[in-house]
Structure formats: C-alpha cells, structure tokens
C-alpha cells in the first residue's frame, strides 16, 4: 500500500528566509508526486507534481520541489517565503498500480510565515 | 485547469437528517472524486464518481450513508445520510483534468464545510 509522511507538524519561517517542507513516500511502483496548499476557508490549490524526468519540479507561486529517489523523498521548497504563503501544505503520492487514479494524501504542514 | 463550484459553502444540520452537496465543473471530465476532510486532519478518499456508472467507494465508505450520483460530465451530488455530530467535516469535490505530461492532475473544489448539531 502507498503511504505519505510529513514528519513536520508546523513549520516556521522568517520572511525572506528559505523554508522547506518536509515529504516521504511509499509506494510499490512508480512515484507520481504531489503538492497542494489549503489557505484558510478555502479548498485545495494544486502547487506542482512530479511524474518523471527532472528531479527538481517548479510550480506555482515560486514553489519548487526536489524528488530524491534514494531517499523516497519530495520535499517543497522556496528561495524567499512571504507571509502570504501562511497555509496548510499537504503531498500526495497517486497509486497508479492497476490503472489507478487514487490520491493519498499526508497528515499536511502547517507553513507559518513571520515578518 | 478546471473551475469547480460547490454548493451549499457551509451548512448546520440537526442529527438523523440528510445534506446533498452538489459539485458543478466548467468543462466535461470523466473522473470525479469525493473527499473527506474531518477537523484537524489530512483527506479521505470517500468515493469515485464515473459518468454512466455506479460509483466505487473505498472501505469504510457505503453507498447508503454517502449515495453519489453523476448524471453528466460536469456534475456530481454527494448525499451525506441519517447525519451524526461524527459527519461534521469539510467535504471535497476533485475532477481529473488532462494537462500538459502524461498525467492527469487532480483539481479540487471549495468544498462544503458541514457541522452536524
């Protein structure tokens, strides 16, 4: 069966300062990865995915996420954080084994932004 | 991308009686999933919805608690039955859409965020 961890809680950052968010995986065949962001009242935004190729995804609103094979890891990353990407952060592996389409998702990272 | 819309936003329902959650998209799409999210916590699968077919849910989900219809491409209802305090969650409608790559991505909805009294 597939699985995700975010090991982290909370995480937070200063503003200006690089943050990162936390994200392992399982899965007994290929990992097609996902990041998604919730903001407050509001459903989920798709950030960027990870199918093949590249290790280092880019996506919306400067996100970047760098899959590590080795380490069944796809962590989310930004150079410079702002305030304004105070939210909740899940990933999500897709289970693609007999045709599947079914996302599990991880716990979630609250991401707390500070000025 | 796809613009999804869900109806009711919010709602307060007294125990014993049922919600339908209606979820309406801006373009044709054949996979439509339904979502869980209790308070505090990460997303459940409760259900996939094809056009022309009886949804398929994932254990722990029956059809007689949350029965699904999808009567066309770009609309789906979620009924939530015989409601207890244990249903108060944020329910999410997600469509697969074909992008760029050869993988769909999954696009969520506002959600309906429901608190049973």
């Known amino acids: 069966a597939q699985s995700v961890a975010q090991p982290e809680d909370q995480v937070n950052v200063a503003e200006g300062n690089p943050l990162t968010v936390k994200c392992t995986y399982s899965?007994?065949?290929?990992?097609?990865l996902f990041w998604y962001v919730q903001y407050p009242n509001r459903g989920l935004q798709f950030l960027l995915k990870?199918?093949?190729?590249?290790?280092l995804v880019k996506g919306s609103y400067g996100f970047e996420a760098e899959f590590n094979k080795s380490q069944t890891s796809f962590h989310l990353k930004k150079p410079s954080a702002l305030v304004s990407d105070s939210a909740l952060y899940f990933c999500?592996?897709?289970?693609?084994?007999?045709?599947?389409?079914?996302?599990?998702f991880g716990t979630g990272t609250q991401l707390k932004v500070e000025l | 991308s796809a613009v999804i819309s869900q109806k009711p936003s919010r709602d307060i329902c007294q125990r014993g009686t049922s919600l339908t959650i209606q979820c309406q998209v801006d373009?044709?799409?054949?996979?439509m999933f339904w979502y869980r999210q209790q308070p505090g916590q990460s997303l459940t699968l409760i259900a996939t919805?094809?056009?022309?077919?009886?949804?398929t849910y994932e254990s722990g989900f029956v059809i007689d608690k949350f029965p699904i219809s999808r009567p066309n491409l770009t609309f789906s209802t979620l009924t939530v039955s015989n409601m207890s305090p244990e249903d108060s969650s944020i329910y999410l409608c997600?469509?697969?859409?074909w992008g760029d790559g050869p993988l769909e991505t999954q696009y969520f909805g506002p959600g309906t965020r429901l608190l049973v009294l």
């Open positions: 997600s469509v697969e859409v």
């Open positions: 373009s044709q799409v054949t996979m």
């Open positions: 919805a094809n056009q022309g077919s009886e949804a």
């Open positions: 899965v007994s065949g290929n990992p097609y």
């Open positions: 990870y199918i093949t190729g590249d290790n």
């Open positions: 999500a592996v897709r289970d693609t084994t007999r045709g599947g389409n079914k996302l599990t």
